[in-house]
């Protein structure tokens, strides 16, 4: 049985910068894609990144395009996601997710499908001055 377990999350300021891993035990995480999603208070969860079993594809949520970088370290059986200049609308709690299709982390993505098959239980990202 995969699990993930969250890491990284903290408070920043304005501007910063944090990286969030993903480490997975139980299997072999170069098996799965991974997902970062986040959820503030009050707001719908939404997808934030996600990257391909075999790090070639990878997608970004508009609003965090140009600051965020996911990658992965399988040797470490470890995704990451690299959060720059940072904002207040950043804040939420980052939670990675893994399935073995692309497919279906497509879908749950596009809010088009609700299932993945592991998912992480969290890391609190605040961003405050």
């Known amino acids: 049985q995969l699990q993930l377990v969250e890491s990284g999350g903290g408070l920043v300021r304005p501007g910063g910068s944090l990286r969030l891993s993903c480490t997975a035990s139980g299997g072999t995480l170069g098996d799965y894609t991974i997902g970062w999603f986040r959820q503030a208070p009050g707001k719908e969860r939404e997808g934030v990144s996600f990257i391909s079993s075999t790090g070639d594809s990878f997608l970004y949520a508009d609003s965090v395009k140009g600051r965020f970088t996911i990658f992965r370290d399988d040797a470490k059986n470890t995704v990451y996601l690299q959060m720059n200049n940072l904002k207040a609308d950043d804040t939420a709690e980052y939670y990675c997710?893994?399935?073995?299709?692309?497919?279906?982390?497509?879908?749950?993505?596009?809010?088009?499908?609700?299932?993945?098959?592991?998912w992480g239980q969290g890391t609190l990202v605040t961003v405050s001055s």
């Open positions: 997710a893994a399935d073995h299709l692309y497919t279906r982390m497509w879908d749950v993505f596009s809010l088009l499908g609700n299932y993945l098959e592991v």
